[in-house]
C-alpha cells in the first residue's frame, strides 16, 4: 500500500485529473498475496493507507505468464477470475463489483456519463464551427457570375456603412486604437483646432503698417490731396483683410478632403472580404477618390464665393461695426485708461502751418480724418472735435456754439446749413456713422496700436488709429461669420455630399456585368481554398448528424 500512494499512476492522474471525476483505481495480482492478507479494506473504502479516490477501487486477475504459455483463452481466464473471487472468503461478499468484467462495464458507464454531460457543448462548438465554414465558403467568390455579384454588393454595402461609422464617430472599433484621434473627430479637429486658432490668430496689426495706411490715403486723395479721408481708404482696408481669410479656408477644404482620403482607405481595410479581391478594393477607392474631387471642387467655390460675397458689400450697418463715434470711444477710453498715456498723442515740436500758408506735398504733411486743427490743441481736444464731426455725419442739429468751434477748428461750414454740407454734397469724413456699441477693442489692440504708432505725429496717428480701429472691428465681424460658414460649407459640400452618393456611384460603375467579371476572377489558389473549405465542412456536418441522431 506504500508503493500505491507513491505511484506514478496516482501522481499522473491527479495531474489530468484533479478533480478525480475520471479516475478509477485498478489493483492486479491480487492471488498472490501472502496467506493471512487480503486488500478487502481498500476495496470498502475502509483504509487509510491508500489514497481515497471518488470512484473508488477494482480487484482483478489477469492471465499468468503460465497461463499465456498454456494458452489459456481469454474466456477461460475470465472464468478462473470469478471462481477466485467467489471463492475467497476476503472477496466473496465483492464479487459482483470485482473482475475484469465489472471494469469494463464501470469504464463504459463512466464514458456513457461524461459523452452526455458534454454533448451539448460540443454540439454547440461543432455548430459554431459549421457555422464559422459556411460563412468562409459564401465569402470566397465562385464562377457563377449571379452569386459574384451578389459578393460585390456586400462589399459595397460593408465599405460604405464603415465609411459613414468613422465619419459619424460610432464605430466600436475606436474602443481599441487608444487615445488617436481618427475619422470624424478629426475633421472636426481641422475645423476648431486649426483653421478655427488660425483665424482668431489673424490681425489688421499683422498684415497693414502705419506706413502702408498712410500710403493708402495719399494714392486714395490723389493730386491736390483733400481735408477728410475718402471712404474708399477704408473700404480697401477692409477688403485687403477680407480677402487674407481665402487661403485659410481653402486650406481647411483641402486638408478636409486628404482626411476622406484617409478614411476612405481605412474603411476598405475594415472589409476583411475586399483581400481576397484587390481588383476590387483599387476601384473602389478609385471611385470614392473621384466623387471626394468633385465634391471638393465644388466647395472650393463655394468659399471663393463666400469671400467675394464679403468684398463685394461692405456692410456697415452691422450691429456688431463700432461704427465711428464707437472708434472714438476707444481711442478715448484708451488715453483715459493710460494705455498709451502722453506717447499715443505727442504735440510736436513744431506749430502746424497756418491756413494762409501754402501747403506742401502729401508726404509732407500731416494726414488725418479729422480736420486740420492746431497740433498744440490736438492733444486736449481733438475727441470732443470728432464727436462733434459725428453729428454732422448723422445730420443731427449744431448749436451755435458748436458751429463756432467747428469753424475754429478749420471746417469749413456752408453758411446756408448747420449740417456742414453743400447742396452737391461734400465729402464726408466716413461712412461708418451709427449707433455706439460696446467698445470691442482689446487692450491687446491697444498695446500694439501705441507701438505702431509711436513715432508719428498726432494727427497722422489720429486718423490711422481711427482706419485700423474701425478695419479691426469689420475684419472681426467677417472673421467670426466665416469661422462659422466656412466648417458648414465643407461639412455639407464635400462630407456630406460625397457621403450621400458613395452607395449609388458605386453600384452603378461596379456592378456593370464587364466589371464583374473582371474584379470577380477567381484565381486558382482561391479555387484550392474553396474545395478544401467545402470538404472540411462536409465532415463537420456528417459529425453533426452523428452527434444529434
Given at each position: 500500500t506504500a508503493d500505491l500512494a507513491t505511484s506514478d499512476a496516482i501522481q499522473l492522474a491527479k495531474r489530468v485529473d484533479p478533480s478525480g471525476e475520471r479516475t478509477i483505481g485498478v489493483l492486479t495480482k491480487l492471488e498472490l498475496m501472502d496467506k493471512g492478507t487480503n486488500a478487502r479494506t481498500v476495496f470498502t473504502g475502509e483504509s487509510d493507507d491508500v489514497p481515497k479516490l471518488k470512484l473508488g477501487y477494482v480487484g482483478v486477475v489477469n492471465r499468468s505468464q503460465a497461463d499465456i504459455q498454456a494458452n489459456k483463452t481469454i474466456a477461460q481466464a475470465r472464468t478462473a477470475e470469478m471462481q477466485f473471487f467467489s471463492s475467497n472468503p476476503a472477496y466473496r461478499s465483492l464479487a459482483d463489483i470485482m473482475g475484469t468484467a465489472h471494469l469494463v462495464n464501470r469504464c463504459s458507464?463512466?464514458?456513457?456519463?461524461?459523452?452526455?454531460?458534454?454533448?451539448p457543448q460540443l454540439t454547440s462548438e461543432l455548430s459554431a464551427l459549421i457555422a464559422q465554414k459556411r460563412k468562409e465558403l459564401n465569402s470566397m467568390p465562385t464562377d457563377d457570375p449571379t452569386r459574384s455579384r451578389m459578393l460585390l454588393v456586400e462589399m459595397i454595402v460593408a465599405f460604405t456603412d464603415n465609411f459613414k461609422k468613422l465619419l459619424k464617430g460610432n464605430d466600436r472599433t475606436f474602443e481599441d486604437k487608444g487615445p488617436t484621434l481618427r475619422g470624424g473627430s478629426r475633421i472636426e479637429g481641422v475645423f476648431t483646432m486649426v483653421f478655427g486658432e488660425e483665424v482668431s490668430q489673424m490681425e489688421v496689426t499683422d498684415d497693414m503698417s502705419p506706413t502702408d495706411v498712410q500710403a493708402l490715403v495719399h494714392n486714395v486723395k490723389g493730386l491736390g490731396g483733400g481735408l477728410f479721408t475718402p471712404d474708399?481708404?477704408?473700404?480697401?482696408m477692409i477688403r485687403r483683410q477680407v480677402q487674407r481669410l481665402e487661403k485659410p479656408s481653402i486650406q481647411c477644404c483641402q486638408f478636409v478632403y486628404n482626411e476622406l482620403l484617409m478614411i476612405v482607405r481605412e474603411a476598405i481595410s475594415l472589409v476583411p472580404m475586399l483581400n481576397s479581391f484587390p481588383n476590387c478594393?483599387?476601384?473602389?477607392?478609385?471611385?470614392?477618390?473621384?466623387?471626394?474631387?468633385?465634391?471638393?471642387?465644388?466647395?472650393e467655390a463655394q468659399l471663393k464665393t463666400l469671400i467675394q460675397m464679403e468684398l463685394l458689400r461692405v456692410n456697415y450697418s452691422h450691429p456688431d461695426f463700432i461704427g465711428r463715434?464707437?472708434?472714438?470711444?476707444?481711442?478715448?477710453?484708451?488715453?483715459?485708461?493710460?494705455?498709451?498715456?502722453?506717447?499715443?498723442?505727442?504735440?510736436?515740436?513744431?506749430?502746424?502751418?497756418?491756413?494762409?500758408?501754402?501747403?506742401?506735398?502729401?508726404?509732407?504733411?500731416?494726414?488725418?480724418?479729422?480736420?486740420?486743427?492746431?497740433?498744440?490743441?490736438?492733444?486736449?481736444?481733438?475727441?470732443?472735435?470728432?464727436?462733434?464731426?459725428?453729428?454732422?455725419?448723422?445730420?443731427?442739429?449744431?448749436?451755435?456754439?458748436?458751429?463756432?468751434?467747428?469753424?475754429?477748428?478749420?471746417?469749413?461750414?456752408?453758411?446756408?446749413?448747420?449740417?456742414?454740407?453743400?447742396?452737391?454734397?461734400?465729402?464726408?469724413?466716413?461712412?461708418?456713422?451709427?449707433?455706439?456699441?460696446?467698445?470691442?477693442?482689446?487692450?491687446?489692440?491697444?498695446?500694439?496700436?501705441?507701438?505702431?504708432?509711436?513715432?508719428?505725429?498726432?494727427?497722422?496717428?489720429?486718423?490711422?488709429?481711427?482706419?485700423?480701429?474701425?478695419?479691426?472691428?469689420?475684419?472681426?465681424?467677417v472673421k467670426k461669420s466665416q469661422s462659422d460658414l466656412v466648417p458648414k460649407a465643407i461639412n455639407y459640400l464635400l462630407v456630406q455630399e460625397s457621403l450621400d452618393v458613395v452607395v449609388t456611384s458605386l453600384l452603378a460603375e461596379m456592378t456593370k456585368d464587364d466589371q464583374v467579371e473582371q474584379m470577380m476572377a477567381v484565381s486558382d489558389a482561391i479555387r484550392a481554398k474553396r474545395k478544401e473549405v467545402s470538404e472540411a465542412l462536409k465532415l463537420l456536418e456528417e459529425a453533426e448528424k452523428v452527434l444529434l441522431y
Open positions: 458507464q463512466l464514458l456513457i456519463q461524461a459523452i452526455q454531460k458534454s454533448l474708399e481708404v477704408l473700404l480697401t478594393a483599387t476601384t473602389i477607392q478609385t471611385v470614392v477618390s473621384r466623387i471626394i474631387q468633385s465634391h471638393f471642387q465644388k466647395a463715434d464707437g472708434a472714438a470711444a476707444a481711442m478715448e477710453d484708451s488715453k483715459k485708461k493710460g494705455a498709451s498715456n502722453d506717447d499715443l498723442i505727442r504735440p510736436a515740436a513744431a506749430p502746424a502751418p497756418t491756413a494762409s500758408k501754402v501747403p506742401g506735398p502729401p508726404a509732407s504733411r500731416p494726414v488725418s480724418v479729422f480736420p486740420d486743427v492746431s497740433r498744440q490743441r490736438i492733444g486736449g481736444d481733438v475727441m470732443k472735435k470728432v464727436a462733434l464731426m459725428a453729428k454732422v455725419e448723422r445730420n443731427e442739429a449744431l448749436t451755435d456754439a458748436e458751429i463756432a468751434e467747428l469753424k475754429a477748428s478749420g471746417v469749413n461750414m456752408d453758411a446756408g446749413t448747420r449740417f456742414g454740407r453743400t447742396s452737391a454734397g461734400m465729402t464726408r469724413l466716413s461712412a461708418l456713422g451709427g449707433p455706439m456699441p460696446e467698445n470691442s477693442i482689446s487692450k491687446t489692440l491697444d498695446k500694439k496700436l501705441n507701438e505702431i504708432l509711436r513715432d508719428m505725429t498726432p494727427q497722422q496717428r489720429t486718423e490711422v488709429e481711427m482706419l485700423l480701429r474701425l478695419t479691426h472691428s469689420y475684419f472681426n465681424i
